[in-house]
Each structure stands twice: as structure tokens, then as C-alpha cells.
């Protein structure tokens, strides 16, 4: 049995060795389809959707399963010792890459719902106090929003209505209009909260997000940044950006493992951050007894987790150094999105969402090609069909509908291709012809909330669905057997709210 | 490019083949031979599943297998694919546990999230009671803390459970404080009491369905923090006439950490406006709000690996392999209880509950310190227990109860009665050298940081820097990567920072 006089911290390079020799003993390949065998797609799968959930390089999953397997070791070790200096090194590591003073500016989360949902829950909401949206923010959070108006009397939600296309000084103009009369009606002494997407989900677009903010901090609005998908996106310099909070999803554009995000707060923020949740054991009540450190204290464990998919930014961003580094890897995606953008336009015969390319960064926009009457009113079928039938041809890119018509929001990666584009664009002209014929055919009543023709329904809210049988018009209910088919859902959230 | 794929369900049977051995091999004897079945590093000696659990190499790769999974379509794996294999774990979770209903039963990543989601549910108001006990888990001790702090006018009510014990001195003692509580609360106000099925530490079976039918016969809410339950006993939930019960699959069910359930009868959906965060599908209460709107939302609300939850599935079908659940409980119990026994014997102390009366596969024997060195409270000798016992490549829990220190040992499959003399002999020097060095390091009795040798109090939990001078500096947080840490969870039990 050895005996040892002191319990060493292991440096994350010390325990896997592989990934570092993956690294030293080959060059990376071009960007595009030879990137194709460094991660794990279903032979011929289509990916054009990096925004929803990344993508993990075959390298970055086999390191994970290293972590996980040095986690049953001696698990005793892992959770008391073992797991802490490796996350404070990837907290460091994350300062210096976004730009934060230091590394007690960040902390580790689940993903950018629950960061941001941290956030906002740790506000002290009072009679008075108002919390600005946008018609645009994130499901998870819009509704955040919403419950906490739901349980807090008098807590008002000021919505700010953000409608593509247009063009950042006409956002800009409109949001400093709107911060202007809220601040002007709001009751002395309450406090206005603003919730900015640094990029908006649906469309994908790329937010003025930084004089957003600028024109909060002047009127003296709280400026808390959904920025889920900022990080590996475009650089960040977060300590200039006077955000007072900024949440990214490091597994959307930064190659670490799902689920994997980051919460900053600058230093004065952090004084309202009184508990992780769930609350840490290490939680003290605030007064003089409570260090000002508490909070970052408490984000370290607060609950038994798999720590993985916060270590894996390690080797993330090993694998972003390798295959060419940050400016690289923007360029190549900001380029094929604006050419694939143009190209699908093309092929579809429609138009893409931003010509000059001020929203744009690795996502694009583009209209579907369905005729005018056909989208002049929303139906969630559609959604549901639209998903499945790009599934159904072993490609996928994310559908949604904004302002009386249906749109696809592509994701350029170091995969894509323009050839990708073009194959996406002759699917969508095959798939929207047969779904008009298939809603024709299935003579559905033109004011009926539930929709169905062939497997696809409409259901008002997210969960299993049940086929229905006889494809008629029997009112969706849920259902929790197994032998269900459920139908896509994420696609409903875009600019719907039920 | 495309060629047609099926947007079928996908059976988890049908993903993971890394269960076909099963089919092909039997179970080895409950004991050492099962040792290769886990991973744990040569020679470890893991007398402590109750923390943190283990996972067999079996459910390990099939894990795998269901992360690689996950990358083929990972827009069919979160738009249809995890669907209804999630719903498929939470009815087998269902038949195991008794719930009525596959709707009672959500996942959640472990126990201090579900009972944390309940108790931020509820509506507080000012003349609110929150009952725990001096026992309750750290973080679910901590969250109804902070309830307490942010919800003025918000009472706790703190109920002292001091082992050794008997049931019956518990229900007593239990019936009483209820009792006091409900006459002093305000009319119309409500109490919620959070109840442990099986105390952390010491770890203690509890009479929790007695003592959930004193609070119900009053009108209060039961909680159960169940963590150490499922795979540990029978649970027969739709009968327990709790409001709430949270248990950990990774504990004592093993599957991969950290999936647990939450288990919610219809009534108690009731209070349950949203999750944490709050699900996309969050619908306002009122008229519109569907009954079923909080499972719903608790199928997805933001990005996470399945994973874990998916792994009970798997779990399922090892634990039926090995003997099914019966055996393993019998041969654990006997185990602690055997166990227990000798461990006392090899270290000349005693076991706290020789009777059994709230073992099951956990033991609790006292550590062979003296007397007056055990008066009070020390958090570095809790820290240097946990460290040596690493150093030696073993691990069981220690803990401060009651003016003693303790060993809380966990019986589990793998293991046989000589690894609990062999734990006894190493706590046996292990004590002496603590008790030798804290002598020699002349700590002044009123110090709160006390350090002596590598060790060192640290108030908060996190890093902590290594007093290069071995003196007496106050502790202070740091988080350079350049520390040398010291254990940390065994500085929760029975004291509050």
C-alpha cells in the first residue's frame, strides 16, 4: 500500500498525454471537408447547424473519455482534491482568452441558460423594478423573464421589438429611444435590468451589443449579456466592454464538450451574486462575517457533477491553436457564410437576410422559398416538418419564422464548404415544394391551433407529443409512453412565444 | 450526399453494445472478485461508495457509447433522438421507486438540485416555516439559509438529531417539535419540513415515513431528501405520503454521475411553477397553463449531456446481472454490519448504532483519539484524516458528531470484511500521528486557523494556499493554479461554517 507525505495536484497535460501527442506529431489540414474525419458525424451527414450545439472533435471526446475514466479512479480524490487546480487553470485560461482582469471575474456553468438564469435570479426584485427583453431573447431566458415578473407583483417587463432586416444604427437609434422611456417612466429608486443578446439566436445575427450596453451604463440600467454565442465566434475583450454580466456557451463555437459555458462578472457585479444554485455549502449569509469572495467559493461545488465538460476547454483550446488559431478559423467561417449565404439566395431564389453583411459573422440568413400567402401566417406544422425533413435527408440546418416568413439560419465551420450550401439550397426547394402540397392536401381548417398532416403536429408546448394515428385533427395532447414519435420542436421557439 | 435516414426512435438497446457481455457471462460472487468489474486505480481501497458512487467499466463504456451517439446527429439526438429513451429511464425509475405515474418522476443532476428546485418553488412569505435538522445535507442546510436571508419575516425552525439514538427517542423527539412549531407559526402561514430518509452523516436510516405522517397529520409539507435511497432500500413512494422525494441514481444505483430523480405526486405539481432554469415551454399560471407543464419543462431547459440519465437504463440491467436488488442489499447490510463490528474491534472503540436499527449499508465506529482531544472541534484534523487516508490509497468518510470523531464506512459489493480491518489498522496510525503532530505544531487553543504540517483550516471551500511557513496565518482564498490543496468535504459535517 504506498504512503505518501503530501497529495499532489495533477496538471491536466500530465494525465493524457495523448491529445499532446496527437498535436506535436501531425499538421492540421486545410479547412474544409478534410476537416470531415476529425469528428465524429454519421457517414454523409450535412452539418450545417454548428450554432445549436458545436460539435466535438474526435480528438477533444476521446480526452473527455480519459477525464471521466480518471474520475473513477479514486473518486474520493477527484471531488476533495483532484478536480480543483485543473478548473482553476481552465477559469485562467478563460480570463486571458475573453479578456477579464482576472480569474475571479469567472466562473463555470452548465450552459448559458442556467448562467444567465443565475444571474437574473440573484437580483432582489422589488415592487417597481423592470427587467428589459426582447422579442428575440433566448426561449429559456425570455421565459426566465416572464416567471419572474409571474412571482414577483409589480415587476414590469419592458419588450423591446427587434425586427430583420434593418440596420445597427436603426437598432441602435431605437434602443436608445426605448432606454430613454423607460428610464424616464420608471419609479424613483427601482432598478432597470436589460437583458442584450451580444447575438441574437433567431435570425443569427450579430448585435451592436457593445454601445447596447454603453447606452444602459449611461442611463444607469444593469447591462446583463446573453452572449451564448460569442466565445470562438469573435474576440471578446470583456473588461472594456462594461457589460456588467456576460454569459457564452463554450460548446457551441469553442470545441469543448456540451454542456460547458462561462459566467463573468466584473468585480462591483459580483456584490449581487449572493448564491450558486443550488446554494453551495460554502454559502455564508451576507454581512461582515462574509468574504467577498464567497460566491466564487461557492460556484466551485455546489452539487456532485461531471467536471469533463468544464476541463475539456483545455484541450479546446489546444485544438483551436492547432488547426490554425482564433483569426484563422473567423475568417475562414465569416467568408463562407457570406459566400454560402449568396449562393443558397441563388439556388432558392430568395434572399439573403443581411446583403451587406453588418449582422453576419459565421451564421447567415436566408429566406425559404415558399410562395408569399403560404407564410403570411404562422404554423408550427411547418416548423415541425421542416425539421424533420432536412433529418430525414441526413443534413440539417436551423429553420425559423420572423416577420411573416420562414428563414434558414446556416452555420459556416471549418468543415463547410460552399459545395455544402448548394446542396442544403436544392434539398430546401424539394422540401418546401412537398410541404405546401402536403398542408393542401391535408385541408386544414385556416384558424385551428392544432395542425396535423402526416406525422407532424403542432403542439403548444415542448415534450413528447403523440403521433396521431389518423392524421386528423384531434387536439395534441401530451403524452409519456415510449412509443411515441416526437417531432422537432426547438424550431417553434423562434420568434413564437406560446 | 443525402440518402434517406430514419427519424424513428432509437432504443438505447439498439445504441449501446457494450451490455451484450452481460448476455454472454455470469455474475462473479458478490466480493472481491467483482473488483475488475470497476476502475478503480490498483489497490484502491473504496470503502466510500456513499459519496460519490462508482461506476462498473460496463456502464462506462456504454456512457461512451451514448456520447458517441450524441455526436453522429446531434441535431436528431436533441431534437427527437433522446426523447424517448429519457422517458423510457424515467418509467423503469418509476416501477422501481412505486410512483404511480411515469408523470411523478423527473431527472434532475443530483439531490441538491432537485431539493433545491422544490424549495425555490414555493411562494415565501413573510411567517413562513422551514424546518431542518442540525443534520440536513450542506447544501440543502445552506439553501433554506439563504431563503431565510432573502424572504424577511421568514422562519427556521432547527431540530437537533444527536446519535447515538433510538427511533422511538427521534419520533418523540420529532412529534414534539412539530407540535411546538405548529403552535407558534402564524395561522394560514405554511411550514415545510425537509426530512432526510438517510442522514449524510452520521449515516442514519431514518423513521422518515413515521415522521412524515406527524408533519402531514398537521398540515405540513414533507420534502424528502432521499439522496442515499434508491439502490440502497425499497422505495415505495405513492405510499410514503411525502410531498417530494429527491434521490441520487449515481449514489447506490450506478449509473454515471450525476443523474438523480425527483419524484412530485400530481397535488404536489401543484407548487411547481418552473425549473431551474426556467424551460422554454415555461407557460404563466393561470387558465391557459397546462396540469402537465412542469414535466414538460423539465424535459429540456438548456443544453446538457443525457448521459447520465440515460445511464440508468444501463445501470438497470448490470444491478439485475449481479444478483438483482435484494441480494446486493442483503450482502451490503450484512456487510456494514459485520463490518462495523470489527473495525470497532481493530480500533478499540465503538460502533454508534450496535443494534442496527438505522443501518443499512452504511457504519458508523468512533476514530481512536483521546477523549480531550476530541472536545472540540478542530477542521485541519478533519482535513489531515481525509489526506492520510488518500496517501494510503484508501478512503472512508470521517466526520465530527456529537464531541467525537467518527468513520463512516460504506459496504458495498466489492467489498469483504478484511478491508474493514485493514481500514482499521491504517485509522489506528493514522490517529496516532495526527494527534502526535498536532501536539508537536503548539497550535494556541483559541486559534481559529490552525495549520500543522501540510494542513490547513480554510473557512470556505475551494483552493487554498499552503502556508509555506507552516505558521499560523489566517487562511485566504486563493485560486492560482500554484496550490497545494487540501481535502475539503470533510469539514461539512455536523458544523456550520
Not at chain 1, 371 to 396: E, G, I, R
Not at chain 1, 407 to 419: D, G, K, M, P, Y
Not at chain 2, 315 to 344: F, S
Request: aromatic share 10%; with cysteine; net charge negative.
Amino acid at each position: 500500500m504506498s504512503s505518501q507525505k503530501f497529495i499532489e495536484p495533477v496538471a491536466l497535460d500530465q494525465l493524457l498525454k495523448k491529445p499532446h501527442q496527437f498535436f506535436q506529431n501531425r499538421a492540421a489540414p486545410k479547412f474544409g471537408h478534410e476537416f470531415l474525419p476529425y469528428y465524429s458525424f454519421n457517414k454523409g451527414f450535412l452539418n450545417l447547424n454548428n450554432g445549436s450545439f458545436g460539435a466535438l472533435p474526435i480528438v477533444i471526446t476521446e480526452a473527455c473519455n480519459e477525464l471521466t475514466a480518471w474520475q473513477e479512479d479514486n473518486t474520493d480524490y477527484y471531488y476533495r482534491i483532484g478536480f480543483i487546480p485543473p478548473l482553476i487553470g481552465v477559469r485562467e485560461q478563460i480570463a486571458r482568452f475573453v479578456g477579464a482582469t482576472d480569474v475571479d471575474e469567472i466562473v463555470m456553468a452548465a450552459n448559458t441558460s442556467t448562467g444567465m438564469g443565475l444571474v437574473l435570479r440573484n437580483f432582489l426584485w422589488q415592487s417597481g423594478d423592470i427587467i428589459i427583453r426582447f422579442n428575440t431573447t433566448y426561449g429559456t431566458v425570455y421565459k426566465t423573464i416572464q416567471y419572474i415578473h409571474d412571482t414577483n407583483p409589480d415587476v414590469e417587463i419592458s419588450q423591446y421589438e427587434l425586427l430583420f432586416p434593418t440596420t445597427r444604427e436603426a437598432i441602435l437609434e431605437g434602443w436608445q429611444r426605448h432606454i430613454h422611456n423607460v428610464k424616464r417612466n420608471a419609479p424613483k429608486g427601482s432598478k432597470i435590468v436589460a437583458v442584450v443578446d451580444s447575438i441574437v439566436a433567431n435570425p443569427g445575427a450579430s448585435m451592436p451589443w457593445k454601445e447596447m450596453v454603453r447606452i444602459c451604463k449611461d442611463a444607469g440600467v444593469w447591462a446583463v449579456v446573453d452572449g451564448a454565442h460569442s466565445v470562438g465566434q469573435e474576440p471578446l475583450d470583456l473588461a472594456a466592454s462594461g457589460a456588467d454580466f456576460f454569459v457564452s456557451s463554450a460548446h457551441k463555437w469553442l470545441n469543448a464538450k456540451r454542456g460547458c459555458a462561462f459566467i463573468w462578472f466584473s468585480k462591483r457585479s459580483r456584490e449581487i451574486m449572493l448564491t450558486t444554485i443550488p446554494t453551495s455549502a460554502s454559502y455564508v449569509s451576507p454581512g461582515p462575517d462574509r468574504p467577498e469572495t464567497n460566491i466564487i467559493s461557492q460556484f466551485q461545488y455546489n452539487g456532485t457533477i461531471d467536471y469533463t465538460p468544464y476541463l475539456s476547454v483545455h484541450y479546446a483550446l489546444q485544438w483551436r491553436e492547432w488547426i490554425g488559431g482564433e483569426s484563422a478559423i473567423h475568417k475562414y467561417c465569416n467568408n463562407l457564410a457570406r459566400e454560402g449565404g449568396r449562393r443558397l439566395a441563388k439556388i432558392m431564389d430568395t434572399q439573403v437576410m443581411d446583403p451587406d453583411g453588418e449582422f453576419t459573422l459565421a451564421m447567415v440568413n436566408v429566406v425559404l422559398p415558399f410562395p408569399k400567402d403560404f407564410s403570411s401566417s404562422y404554423d408550427a406544422a411547418v416548423a415541425s416538418a421542416l425539421t424533420n425533413k432536412l433529418l430525414a435527408q441526413n443534413m440539417f440546418a436551423v429553420t425559423f419564422y420572423h416577420r411573416e416568413l420562414w428563414w434558414t439560419r446556416v452555420s459556416a465551420q471549418i468543415w463547410n464548404e460552399l459545395s455544402d450550401f448548394e446542396i442544403l439550397g436544392n434539398a430546401f426547394v424539394s422540401i418546401c415544394g412537398q410541404i405546401v402540397i402536403e398542408h393542401q392536401n391535408a385541408n386544414i381548417p385556416p384558424d385551428s391551433k392544432a395542425k396535423s398532416f402526416h406525422s407532424y403536429l403542432d403542439h403548444p408546448f415542448r415534450g413528447a407529443v403523440a403521433c396521431d394515428p389518423n392524421d386528423g385533427l384531434d387536439c395534441p395532447r401530451p403524452v409519456t409512453a415510449t412509443t411515441v414519435v416526437p417531432v422537432g420542436y426547438h424550431t417553434h421557439l423562434a420568434s413564437i412565444r406560446p | 450526399m443525402s440518402n434517406t435516414q430514419s427519424i424513428a426512435p432509437v432504443p438505447i438497446d439498439q445504441i449501446v453494445k457494450a451490455t451484450n457481455i452481460l448476455q454472454k457471462s455470469s455474475a462473479p460472487k458478490f466480493g472481491h472478485e467483482l473488483l475488475p468489474y470497476f476502475s478503480f486505480k490498483q489497490g484502491f481501497l473504496n470503502l466510500n461508495n456513499g459519496s460519490y458512487g462508482a461506476l462498473p467499466k460496463v456502464v462506462t463504456e456504454a456512457c461512451n457509447e451514448l456520447m458517441a451517439w450524441q455526436e453522429e446527429n446531434t441535431d436528431f439526438y436533441y431534437r427527437i433522438g433522446f426523447i424517448p429513451p429519457l422517458i423510457g429511464v424515467r418509467e423503469q425509475l418509476a416501477q422501481l421507486v412505486g410512483a404511480s405515474d411515469v408523470d411523478e418522476l423527473v431527472m434532475v443532476p443530483n439531490a441538491s438540485t432537485g431539493l433545491g428546485v422544490v424549495l425555490r418553488n414555493f411562494l415565501w412569505q413573510c411567517g413562513d416555516t422551514i424546518i431542518r435538522c442540525n443534520t440536513t445535507y450542506a447544501t440543502v442546510y445552506k439553501t433554506i439559509q439563504y431563503i431565510h436571508d432573502v424572504t424577511p419575516g421568514l422562519e427556521i425552525s432547527e431540530f437537533q438529531l444527536l446519535f447515538p439514538t433510538t427511533r422511538q427517542a427521534i419520533l418523540d423527539g420529532w412529534q414534539k417539535h412539530i407540535t411546538s412549531v405548529k403552535a407558534n407559526a402564524p395561522q394560514g402561514q405554511k411550514i415545510v419540513a425537509v426530512i432526510d430518509s438517510v442522514v449524510a452523516n452520521p449515516a442514519a436510516a431514518m423513521p422518515w415515513k413515521e415522521m412524515v405522517k406527524i408533519c402531514k397529520d398537521v398540515g405540513i409539507w414533507t420534502i424528502i431528501d432521499g439522496a442515499h435511497s434508491v439502490g440502497q432500500e425499497d422505495l415505495h413512494l405513492a405510499d410514503c405520503g411525502a410531498d417530494f422525494f429527491v434521490s441520487n441514481c449515481h449514489k447506490w444505483l450506478n449509473t454515471k454521475r450525476g443523474a438523480a430523480f425527483l419524484w412530485m405526486p400530481k397535488e404536489s405539481q401543484k407548487i411547481m411553477l418552473t425549473t431551474i432554469p426556467t424551460s422554454a415551454s415555461y407557460v404563466t399560471p393561470g387558465p391557459d397553463r397546462p396540469e402537465t407543464n412542469i414535466v414538460s419543462q423539465f424535459q429540456y431547459n438548456g443544453t446538457i449531456d443525457y448521459t447520465t440519465y440515460l445511464s440508468v437504463h444501463v445501470a438497470l440491467q448490470w444491478r439485475e446481472w449481479v444478483g438483482g436488488e435484494a441480494a446486493i442489499h442483503q450482502y451490503c447490510n450484512n456487510l456494514a454490519k459485520q463490518g462495523g463490528a470489527l473495525l470497532a474491534q481493530t480500533m478499540n472503540t465503538k460502533v454508534m448504532d450496535p443494534n442496527g436499527e438505522f443501518t443499512m449499508a452504511m457504519v458508523n465506529v468512533t476514530l481512536p483519539f483521546p477523549s480531550d482531544f476530541q472536545a472540540q472541534y478542530d477542521a485541519s484534523v478533519g482535513t489531515a484524516l481525509s489526506n492520510k487516508l488518500l496517501a494510503r490509497n484508501m478512503y472512508a468518510v470521517t466526520y465530527y458528531h456529537n464531541s467525537l470523531w467518527w468513520t463512516r464506512v460504506s459496504a458495498q459489493i466489492w467489498n469483504e470484511l478484511s478491508d474493514f480491518s485493514i481500514l482499521g489498522n491504517a485509522l489506528v496510525t493514522i490517529c496516532s500521528e495526527i494527534v502526535s503532530e498536532h501536539k508537536n505544531a503548539n497550535v494556541p487553543q483559541n486559534c481559529k486557523a490552525v495549520s500543522f504540517s501540510s494542513y490547513l483550516e480554510q473557512p470556505l471551500q475551494g483552493a487554498v494556499a499552503l502556508d509555506s511557513n507552516n505558521g499560523i496565518g489566517a487562511p485566504r482564498p486563493v485560486t492560482s493554479t500554484k496550490v497545494t490543496l487540501v481535502g475539503y468535504h470533510t469539514q461539512l459535517a455536523s458544523i456550520r461554517p
